[in-house]
């Protein structure tokens, strides 16, 4: 077994989001199932305007909305992701 001192393994297996480390500039988060992101109960969106955003999806399959307009939403858009691929937000 490598020793601690050398790395630090982190998991996270309960549902929604956990960031596992924060950095200066970056941050590295697991988010699981969880019905609170069921389509359904969408009732508000939060815009990320100026994220450089890495994702990959391992399992299962995600709805992605990504919107076009910024500030003022001009065109809302929606894809299914499919597992063990990535995405770079812009």
């Given at each position: 077994m490598i020793p601690q001192?050398?790395?630090?393994?982190?998991?996270?297996d309960g549902p929604d989001y956990k960031p596992l480390t924060d950095q200066k500039s970056w941050r590295v988060a697991l988010m699981n199932y969880s019905h609170d992101m069921l389509p359904e109960k969408i009732n508000r969106m939060q815009p990320h305007l100026e994220v450089d955003d890495f994702q990959v999806?391992?399992?299962?399959?995600?709805?992605?909305?990504?919107v076009e307009g910024g500030d003022r939403v001009t065109n809302l858009l929606a894809m299914i992701w499919s597992p063990i691929s990535f995405i770079t937000f812009r």
């Open positions: 001192t050398l790395l630090e393994i982190r998991a996270h999806l391992l399992k299962g399959h995600y709805l992605l909305l990504p």
